[in-house]
C-alpha cells in the first residue's frame, strides 16, 4: 500500500479558534437578512481574493438580494477578523512534528481574506513550515467541492493514497476526502455541532473516518499509526 507521506490541514476550528459566530452570520444580521442568506453571503466572502472591505460590499450588493451597499458594517468586520484568532493549543507543535516525521503539510481550507490574513500573524511558524496552501478565496470553490482536494492533490503532486486530510468538519472535511480515496482523521474537540455526524457513523449510515482524536495534538501519532498500518 502506498505510504502515507502528505498531509491537508484545514484551519479555521482546526489550527485556530476565533469569534463564536461566523462572519458570513454576522454580515446577514448586521444586514437585515434572514439568516438563511448567510450561506450565499459565505460563499461570496470565500471565493474571492478581495483587497479590502470595498470590494466586498460591491459584490455582495450586486449578488445578494437586498445586501446594502454599505461598505461601513464589512469594514468593521474586516478588522475585527484580521485581529481576532488564537492557536488552538499544539497545533504549531503538531505540525512542526509532522514536518520532522518528514511529511509534507499543506493547507486546504475555506476562509476569507482577513481571516487568513489573522492566522498568518497568529501562527507564523506553521504558515513558514507548510509546504502550500489550497484556499478557497484563491481557487473560487470550496469544500466539500471535490475540486479543491484535486487541487490540493495536484499541488501536492500526490495519489489520493498518500493523503491524509485532517479538520474538525465532518461534512467539509471528512466525508468528502473519503469519497476521493484520502484518508481522514477528524478532530472532534467540538461533538456538540457534530453530533448528528457522530450519530451516522455509530449507525453505521456514514462512513467513518481513519482515525477520530479530540485534538490536533494527537495528528503525528495518528500519522505515524495510519504508516505502521501500511
Not at 509546504?131 to 481557487?139: A, E, N
Request: charged fraction near 25%; glycine fraction near 8%.
Amino acid at each position: 500500500m502506498t505510504r502515507v507521506n502528505t498531509v491537508f490541514l484545514d484551519i479555521g476550528a482546526t489550527l485556530i479558534s476565533g469569534p463564536p459566530e461566523p462572519p458570513n452570520k454576522t454580515l446577514a444580521r448586521a444586514a437585515g437578512l434572514p439568516p438563511e442568506s448567510a450561506r450565499a453571503i459565505g460563499r461570496v466572502m470565500m471565493t474571492h481574493e478581495f483587497s479590502g472591505p470595498g470590494e466586498v460590499a460591491e459584490r455582495l450588493a450586486r449578488e445578494i438580494p437586498g445586501f446594502p451597499h454599505d461598505s461601513g458594517i464589512i469594514a468593521h468586520l474586516w478588522e475585527a477578523q484580521a485581529d481576532s484568532t488564537r492557536e488552538i493549543e499544539g497545533a504549531t507543535q503538531a505540525v512542526e512534528t509532522m514536518v520532522r516525521m518528514d511529511a509534507r503539510v499543506f493547507l486546504v481550507s475555506n476562509i476569507w481574506v482577513p481571516y487568513y490574513q489573522s492566522f498568518c500573524k497568529t501562527c507564523p511558524r506553521i504558515a513558514g513550515a507548510v509546504s502550500g496552501s489550497i484556499l478557497s478565496f484563491r481557487t473560487g470553490s470550496i469544500k466539500p467541492d471535490p475540486a479543491i482536494f484535486r487541487a490540493a492533490m495536484e499541488l501536492a503532486r500526490a495519489a489520493p493514497g498518500e493523503c491524509v486530510m485532517a479538520g474538525d468538519s465532518y461534512d467539509t472535511d471528512i466525508a468528502p476526502a473519503l469519497e476521493l480515496g484520502i484518508r481522514a482523521a477528524w478532530i472532534v474537540h467540538r461533538p456538540d455541532r457534530e453530533e448528528a455526524y457522530i450519530k451516522g457513523i455509530r449507525d453505521g449510515t456514514l462512513p467513518s473516518p481513519d482515525r477520530i482524536v479530540s485534538s490536533i495534538g494527537e495528528l503525528p501519532a495518528v500519522l505515524d499509526l495510519l504508516r505502521t498500518e501500511q
